[in-house]
């Protein structure tokens, strides 16, 4: 499903605008970047988890020899919940 | 940091951010979830959310194994499994802080002890929760510094605490090794959580992107330091704890000794009655140059055994500190030795003269010339006489 067609069902399930719709998927998305960012975690039951999680820095040896220093980073990491697990398989 | 957000106050914050009812934004995010559910669920392969990602679904094979229990061959079933792929633009939007940081490849001087430090800061850098809170208008300014190495100067503290205590009073080792302790532990931290967590890196261009960064946008910076502080809390504690127990026992150990080492010498000087004994059963043992000087110092008889190996000449560099002054040696036991300075029989107990006496200072260019004029009069057969001069021993 595109995100065209997600939001047109979305819109209609919701019984809005299009318009509508897209802002309020990018306050979410707003409040999941700020949310993970701060390395926080976000439970929707019986759907998942989405969690920030921050990466340190590492060296890494290449084949060739040469070593390279990895900057830290922040990742955003989705767990599915057990409830949708069941319902997929 | 590390908080649980619960769909509440999910719901809350959307609310707030699209500027809607909290029941609106309830309704919004069921549908929300619910249609990307139904539509995984129903066979969809894929939905694709713009501005947060996409969840797939993958459909593993079936596989046989065996059964732990009893060996026997299993079939596994396949299954559907929902995996989320980020959108590009959120990871970047998230990654903000280290955003302009990219890989550097690290030349070859840097030794293996300085990656470790690296290694090791990052996790004590950002558990250090407390300073990054009182101090965010410092941590731009030293994430600039990027030093690679840190850790030394976090030895630092620990050496100078520990040198401190020692002159301090003797009697009380361990309230003195206490407070050691806990000075200790404490500058650790605030040097440790200055430098940002943000990696050091070596290379210029990153050091000045960093500089751009926390210039720009300090406030993220802090929190990210105080979010990742939790992560390595335990570590870090365990650390600087364990330093501070390390550097007061050393403190103590000291203590100990200097107060051994004065109890020895006490004993020998306050009683000048029982001392010659007490002199004359440590003399036969090679006794340390600084308690012979301690001794000398004070009014005891101190007396030295010649070998085959120590000489009047070797005597008197041992207690005196040149070897020219053993013709003081000599003058103190003549009737013993006589004539024959140059082969004294091992075995000779020497009664040795305190320095004093004859003013015997091996740093004095007079003192030294006296002895080498009253050893030419030794080596050229003459009667030798030395001024005594210090008038308690006339």
């Keep these: 499903m595109d995100n065209r067609n997600f939001v047109n069902a979305l819109a209609k399930s919701l ?28 439970a929707v039951p019986g759907f998942g988890s989405f969690e920030g999680k921050k990466r340190e820095e590492r060296v890494l040896t290449l084949p ?24 997929l398989s | ?15 707030k951010a699209a500027g809607t009812t909290k029941k609106m934004s309830e309704v919004f995010l069921k549908e929300f979830f619910g249609t990307i559910s139904m539509a995984l669920i129903e066979g969809d392969d894929h939905v694709k959310i713009k501005g947060l990602g996409t969840f797939k679904i993958t459909q593993t094979k079936p596989r046989t194994t065996r059964n732990v229990n009893n060996g026997e061959l299993i079939e596994i079933p396949g299954s559907k499994k929902l995996t989320f792929v980020v959108d590009n633009a959120l990871a970047k939007a998230v990654n903000m802080p280290f955003e302009s940081f990219k890989e550097i ?51 630092n503290p620990p050496v100078e605490e520990e040198s401190t205590p020692e002159p301090a009073a003797e009697p009380e080792p361990e309230p003195v ?43 993220p910076e802090p929190e990210p330091a105080i979010e990742a502080a939790p992560q390595a809390p335990a570590t870090c504690n365990k650390k600087s704890w364990w330093q501070g127990f390390v550097t007061g026992a050393l403190a103590m150990l000291l203590l100990a000794c200097i107060a051994w080492m004065a109890t020895r010498c006490d004993g020998i000087g306050t009683k000048p009655g029982t001392a010659v004994e007490q002199a004359d059963t440590l003399a036969p043992e090679p006794e340390p140059a600084a308690q012979a000087q301690a001794q ?10 010649v ?46 003269p305190p320095a004093e006496k004859y ?21 050229s057969g003459k009667e030798p006489t030395a001024l005594i001069i210090n008038e308690k021993y006339k």
Aim: glycine share 2%.
């Design chain 2, 296 to 305: 000398a110092v004070k009014p005891a008889v101190v007396t030295d055994t």
């Design chain 1, 15 to 42: 019984k809005r605008d299009k318009e509508d719709v897209t802002k309020m998927i990018d306050a979410l998305c707003n409040v999941v970047k700020t949310r993970c960012g701060e390395l926080d975690s976000i």
């Design chain 2, 359 to 379: 003013g015997i200072d091996a740093s004095d260019k007079e003192s030294v010339k006296r002895a080498s004029d009253v050893s030419m009069q030794v080596y």
């Design chain 2, 307 to 352: 070998t085959k190996t120590m000489l009047p000449v070797k005597l008197a560099e041992k207690h005196y500190g040149k070897q020219i002054f053993w013709v003081y040696i000599y003058l103190e036991n003549k009737e013993k030795i006589g004539d024959n300075w140059s082969n004294v029989p091992p075995g000779t107990v020497l009664v040795i």
């Design chain 1, 64 to 87: 060739s020899g040469k070593r390279m220093l990895v900057p830290p980073k922040i990742t955003i990491s989705f767990k599915t919940s057990n409830v949708l697990k069941n319902r």
């Design chain 2, 177 to 219: 090794a206490e407070p050691v302790a806990e000075p200790v532990s404490e500058p650790e931290p605030e040097p440790v959580a200055e430098p940002e967590p943000e990696p050091e890196p070596v290379a210029e261009p990153v050091i000045a992107a960093a500089a751009a960064i926390p210039q720009e946008k300090p406030e």
């Design chain 2, 105 to 155: 490849e690290l030349s070859d001087e840097l030794t293996n002890e300085q990656l470790q430090s690296i290694d090791t800061e990052t996790a004590p850098k950002s558990a250090a929760a407390t300073a990054p809170e009182t101090e965010p208008a410092q941590e731009p300014a030293p994430a600039v510094e990027a030093q690679p190495v840190v850790t030394p100067p976090v030895f």
């Design chain 2, 1 to 15: 940091m590390k908080n649980k957000i619960t769909f509440p106050e999910l719901v809350d914050l959307v609310a």
